[in-house]
């Protein structure tokens, strides 16, 4: 990822990336194996011939090849493309640079098991209000190809009960192909934000300030930026280096629009604790822990604490998210159904409204 977000084209989107998962596993035998004295192209040979999906295999056939020719990891990480996430290549890179990449891997295998675990978490706890939104969605579908089986009307038209314009096999493929498209697009829109596109910083935004949800995204950021730092300033990397990638691994459009002040404020000599409340979009437990870190001479171990902290938040929140966006999904299918029968009624009932009256007057 770019020092900001990505002006790659869009068709890169659809590049394979390893999963979480998948990285997960793989760091924790890595890091296994090297701390075991193991060689890094034996290790590497191993992980091309047994372990994970085709994709997978192939990627780590090729970076084995680069290391049998003589290439450090992180340039033979490189022939993959984007294929591994950029903070993998970046840390690979540091525990490269200061002999420490065994611990780096263990590291990394933490990381992401965590995000696997969140993940899993959020999936569980939103699957039955999911299966009766697809549910609800079905039965319209359902409706809408029932009509074509309906005697139509005196003037030979299709009976529409739900006043949608679909009526029949034709109808419904209509309404599967408008549900795929917004399906497509949410994936599409999803995928460019997790990889940093440059035309979803407003998206962003927009998503930090919805109430309870925004304040959720922002501990998720902030774990990261803590975890990051206390990787990357337990070894020597530079501060120019060092204070992007972690700006970086929050995938906070907020944060990362700050990465030139922050930067230029680090290496002019101020504070670190300086430096980042001058940016002035960081919250005060932050930056109260980035100062006692710093004087103490303890800044790692402080921020291992603290990304620790806002992930048992995190954890917290989200059962209380998925809780209301249970609620949110079960209101939205009763407002389907709801909007159903009104629509049926509408198409039924109405237009025999005046005839009713008249006859009863």
Not at 285 to 304: I, K
Not at 335 to 350: C, H, N, R
Request: hydrophobic share 45%; glycine share 10%; net charge positive.
């Amino acid at each position: 990822m770019p020092t900001r977000f990505s002006r790659r084209p869009d068709f890169m989107l659809i590049e394979p990336r390893i999963s979480h998962q998948e990285l997960s596993l793989l760091c924790r035998r890595l890091g296994t194996a090297l701390g075991a004295g193991v060689d890094i192209r034996r290790v590497w040979e191993r992980e091309a011939q047994g372990h994970g999906s085709v994709t997978l295999r192939a990627r780590m056939l090729r970076v084995s090849d680069e290391l049998i020719r003589g290439s450090h990891l992180t340039d033979a990480l490189k022939v993959t493309g984007e294929y591994f996430p950029p903070l993998f290549r970046e840390l690979v890179a540091v525990g490269e640079q200061t002999g420490n990449l065994a611990e780096v891997l263990v590291s990394l295998a933490d990381h992401y098991e965590h995000q696997v675990q969140m993940r899993r978490a959020f999936l569980s706890s939103i699957t039955w209000p999911m299966f009766q939104l697809f549910a609800a969605l079905g039965i319209i579908g359902l409706l809408i190809w029932v009509m074509g089986f309906l005697p139509r009307g005196p003037g030979g038209e299709q009976q529409d009960i739900l006043g949608f314009g679909l009526v029949g096999e034709s109808g419904l493929l209509i309404y599967v192909c408008f549900l795929a498209a917004v399906a497509a697009a949410g994936y599409w829109v999803y995928q460019a934000m997790r990889r940093g596109m440059l035309w979803t910083r407003g998206i962003q935004r927009l998503l930090l300030k919805i109430p309870v949800f925004g304040r959720f995204l922002e501990i998720l950021s902030l774990s990261r930026l803590a975890w990051t730092m206390h990787l990357t300033f337990n070894t020597s990397l530079d501060l120019r280096a060092a204070i992007p990638l972690c700006l970086r691994s929050t995938h906070n459009v907020r944060y990362i629009e700050k990465e030139q002040q922050i930067v230029g404020d680090a290496v002019s000599g101020r504070a670190l604790y300086e430096a980042f409340a001058g940016a002035g979009v960081f919250p005060g437990d932050f930056l109260d822990a980035l100062d006692v870190g710093e004087r103490s001479g303890r800044l790692p171990e402080s921020m291992a604490h603290l990304a620790e902290q806002y992930r048992d938040q995190a954890r917290a929140m989200m059962r209380m998210l998925t809780v209301a966006g249970g609620f949110a999904v079960a209101a939205l299918v009763g407002m389907i159904i709801i909007g159903v029968i009104f629509m049926m009624l509408k198409q039924t009932l109405f237009p025999y409204y005046d005839t009713v009256r008249q006859l009863t007057q």
